[in-house]
């Protein structure tokens, strides 16, 4: 039995590939298309996103390392790292995120 406070939180359900694709469509021209596609083909948070640095990524090996995260606490941003005893988790990217980001 839940209790009365507990929040009842379903899981958000992914996008098909032809929304996927019709949202990338949509937002061709805008300059962030390239954060949208890696959101978009990766799965990952909007906080890791914002947190991924050039740095983090490794293209020619198709990677992207996740070990921060962004979030805005009391109208400020606080930049999480990972603790120096974990890593961060590796993503790897598809053929048509890895393009998109060299260019």
């Known amino acids: ?3 009365d406070h507990a929040v009842s939180r379903k899981r958000p359900a992914a996008w098909s590939a032809e929304q996927l694709g019709s949202f990338l469509d949509f937002v061709a021209a805008d ?3 390239p954060a949208w596609m890696f ?3 990766t799965g990952c948070r909007r906080g890791e996103c914002l947190g991924l640095q050039w740095s983090d990524l490794d293209l020619d090996k198709g990677t992207a390392v996740m070990s921060r995260q962004v979030t805005a606490i009391d ?3 606080h930049i999480k790292e990972l603790p120096k005893t974990k890593r961060g988790h590796l993503i ?3 053929r048509p995120t890895i ?3 060299k260019r």
């Open 1 to 3: 039995m839940l209790d």
């Open 31 to 33: 300059r962030y298309l």
């Open 39 to 41: 959101v978009g083909t």
């Open 75 to 77: 109208h400020e941003v």
């Open 92 to 94: 790897v990217l598809d």
């Open 99 to 101: 393009a998109m980001l």
